[in-house]
């Protein structure tokens, strides 16, 4: 019997998918092991919002590249309609579209991946899953048809992962301008006696600087 596949979760692998893009067949997750993957899902081609977020991922794909992330969009559409409209964007607006987006026309990748909502009829909601290089799911966001995404966003979570793995910190809101430590980063909480000896002993060197035991922060 078919083992029964949930919704993929955050921590789990992205499901295994053989994909028809506008840049060929790709075979998600492993096409993109080693890279952040950015893969957002938009209601339909031919539509404002989804023209002014394609328009905007566009504008940073430099910067999500130098952050070794690649984007890849998805639509219950065709291939020749993602075409048309990418070129419609590029004749129109000026911006070539240069990142693969999914042709799910039989919506086989959204049912997978749970991206049909009570609100979005036979179309995909506005979501977005953050894939890591491991290929696990780190971040999954749903945005309504009406609302507009912010790829501003998108490139401070790719950096605050970046620095959560690297350093084994945690990120505070709206960083790196968080009203009570700035710049500065989370020291994880600390899970026994011993751990909280040690953080008492950093903060007396100045290692670290804390509210109180389980709220310390540091420069990195
Ligand atoms: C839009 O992208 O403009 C849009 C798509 C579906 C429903 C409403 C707006």
Not at 157 to 174: H, R, W, Y
């Amino acid at each position: 019997m078919e083992e029964e596949k949930g919704m993929p979760l955050i921590g789990d692998k992205f499901p295994e998918i053989k994909v028809q893009t506008t840049h060929g067949v790709k075979n998600l997750p492993d096409d993109y092991k080693g890279k952040w993957l950015i893969l957002f899902s938009h209601p339909g081609d031919f539509t404002p919002v989804c023209t002014t977020e394609f328009y905007a991922f566009q504008k940073r794909y430099g910067t999500f590249r130098e952050l070794n992330t690649e984007l890849l969009g998805l639509s219950i559409d065709q291939v020749q309609s993602h075409l048309k409209w990418t070129e419609w964007i590029e004749e129109n607006l000026g911006e070539k579209i240069e990142f693969p987006i999914i042709a799910d026309g039989t919506g086989k990748v959204a049912n997978r991946i749970g991206l049909i909502h009570a609100s979005s009829g036979t179309a995909t909601v506005r979501a977005v899953f953050i894939v890591d290089p491991k290929s696990i799911i780190r971040a999954i966001l749903y945005y309504p048809a009406e609302l507009g995404r912010n790829m501003d966003e998108f490139i401070r979570m790719i950096k605050g992962f970046q620095k959560s793995d690297a350093e084994g910190v945690a990120i505070p809101a709206n960083w790196p301008n968080n009203e009570l430590i700035k710049d500065r980063v989370i020291v994880p909480p600390a899970g026994t006696e011993n751990a909280i000896k040690d953080r008492k002993e950093k903060e007396k060197k100045g290692e670290i600087e804390c509210y109180d035991w389980w709220l310390c922060h540091k420069k990195i």
